[in-house]
């Protein structure tokens, strides 16, 4: 079945620092999902990338969407305190893996001032 | 525009209890997913519920589990006779239609088990 896969687990920066998060997929997909979870919250959609090269920025946030349409990041530049947290990827199914959306395991920022 | 609720936000049962954890859609929304979250790793996808219709299950062990979601009021999801190793949050989420997949979370329900 599909799988969704994010690399690294874990990062640790400090403040100013910058950082990147990876998602690649075993499957081509229609669109990629990122979402945020503050420790103790619930997942915050962030944004929903849908063309091959896409490239999306919030703020200090680049989202990109690979030209094959089966991996993307996430690029944070110079951290803040407030970036703390789990951030996922996740993939629509296609016909063979069911309704949910797939989710990656999440990979944890954590930010030192 | 109230978002996603769940309630109750915590929840402390004793083994061998049941848990009844409920979840009301964002306004106009018909499609509600729960996932099951350990601490320190990702969502677990349970069931995905529309009106009165459990569509996708796969996700949810087949015994002690249920989900609910009825034409008035909120969707259920139901722990009976809960062992330690349910403890975790269960987050419920909602779209507005089959094929928009962006999901909106509510706040979680975190269980204990003791």
């Known amino acids: 079945g599909q799988q969704v896969m994010q690399i690294p687990q874990y990062q640790h920066v400090q403040e100013g620092e910058d950082f990147t998060t990876y998602c690649n997929s075993s499957t081509t997909l229609s669109n990629i999902q990122w979402y945020k979870q503050r420790p103790g919250g619930h997942p915050v959609f962030l944004i929903q990338?849908?063309?091959?090269?896409e490239v999306k920025k919030q703020k200090r946030l680049t989202f990109q969407f690979g030209e094959a349409k089966k991996n993307s990041s996430l690029h944070i530049t110079a951290t803040q305190t407030t970036d703390v947290g789990t951030y996922f990827c996740?993939?629509?199914?296609?016909?063979?893996?069911?309704?949910?959306?797939?989710f990656g395991k999440g990979t944890s920022l954590l930010v030192t001032p | 525009n109230a978002g996603v609720m769940q309630n109750p936000r915590h929840l402390v049962r004793r083994r061998g209890q049941e848990a009844r954890l409920r979840c009301s859609p964002m306004k106009g929304h018909s499609h509600v997913y729960w996932y099951r979250q350990l601490p320190e790793e990702g969502l677990k996808f349970m069931v995905y519920l529309q009106k009165e219709n459990i569509i996708d299950e796969s996700g949810m062990p087949k015994e002690r589990f249920s989900a609910e979601f009825p034409k008035e009021g909120p969707s259920i999801l139901r722990i009976q006779q809960v062992v330690r190793g349910d403890s975790a949050a269960y987050f419920c989420a909602s779209s507005p239609a089959f094929g928009d997949w962006t999901q909106y979370f509510g706040p979680g329900t975190r269980l204990l088990v003791l």
């Open positions: 996740a993939g629509p199914p296609n016909s063979n893996s069911g309704y949910a959306l797939n």
């Open positions: 990338l849908v063309k091959s090269g």
